[in-house]
Nanobody
Framework: VQLQASGGGLVQAGGSLRLSCAAS????????MAWYRQAPGKQREFVAR???????DYADSVKGRFTISRDYAQNTVFLQMNSLKQEDTAVYYC???????????????WGQGTLVTVSS
């Protein structure tokens, strides 16, 4: 199973970016799909989660500005980020909880990270 994240870049404060993360491989089913981020010198932190068929969940710091969604057919999760602030600068990682492989083993895997830089 592989996760390919994309969409990061440099944006001015107040701007928007859309991240995507596509899962590929011998996937049987996907449970939760989520985004985390890690700012320089800080620990990785939760950003948003979208369960399979459930309600979304957000960190307080991004509520009202970020929206997580998923394309079930394409095994892809998106993060629409609006009203970006300098403190949103971080490497963003997707995280997927799924069943895959010949024996449908449960796997929790991370994408490679995509850098988001918000300038003043």
């Amino acid at each position: 199973v592989q996760l390919q994240a994309s969409g990061g870049g440099l944006v001015q404060a107040g701007g928007s970016l859309r991240l995507s993360c596509a899962a590929s491989g011998s996937i049987f089913s996907i449970n939760d799909m989520a985004w985390y981020r890690q700012a320089p010198g800080k620990q990785r932190e939760f950003v948003a989660r979208i369960p399979s068929g459930g309600t979304t969940d957000y960190a307080d710091s991004v509520k009202g500005r970020f929206t997580i969604s998923r394309d079930y057919a394409q095994n892809t999760v998106f993060l629409q980020m609006n009203s970006l602030k300098q403190e949103d600068t971080a490497v963003y990682y997707c995280n997927v909880d799924l069943y895959a492989g010949r024996y449908n083993n449960r796997v929790i895997t991370w994408g490679q990270g995509t850098l988001v830089t918000v300038s003043s």
